[in-house]
């Protein structure tokens, strides 16, 4: 009687686990339903920022080349006012400068 028991007992102990592993299984299967659904839709928008990030470097790289032309041009700009500030060569001056002709400089390198 007591075998009979102990058997019965470990058939039902078996079931059981049988029957919960059939339960984790449908339960697994409409969670892995739900998940896929919600991954899919983080995966759209992580792809969608990712794409966006792309295109802002992009515009990034676009706008220092923008930047650094500006800089140029600046650089430029305040050259040509220190050239235009620094002193001029008067006509007074050009009617002082007296050329030496080119047998006096070879005679002074002599």
Do not use: C, Y
């Not at 078996?14 to 409409?30: C, D, M, N, P, Y």
């Not at 759209?44 to 140029?72: C, P, W, Y």
């Not at 050009?94 to 002599?110: L, N, Y």
């Amino acid at each position: 009687m007591v075998s009979i028991l102990s058997a019965l007992a470990f058939m039902m102990a078996f079931g059981a686990i049988w029957f919960t592993s059939e339960i984790l299984k449908r339960v697994q299967h409409q969670n892995d339903i739900f998940l896929n659904a919600h991954v899919k839709s983080m995966k759209h928008t992580v792809t969608r920022s990712a794409n966006a990030l792309r295109d802002m470097e992009k515009r990034l790289i676009a706008l220092e080349k923008q930047v650094d032309g500006f800089n140029r041009g600046v650089e430029a700009l305040a050259t040509i006012r220190r050239d235009i500030s620094s002193p001029r060569v008067t006509v007074a001056d050009m009617e002082r400068f007296i050329p030496s002709s080119q047998a006096d400089t070879e005679s002074d390198v002599a």
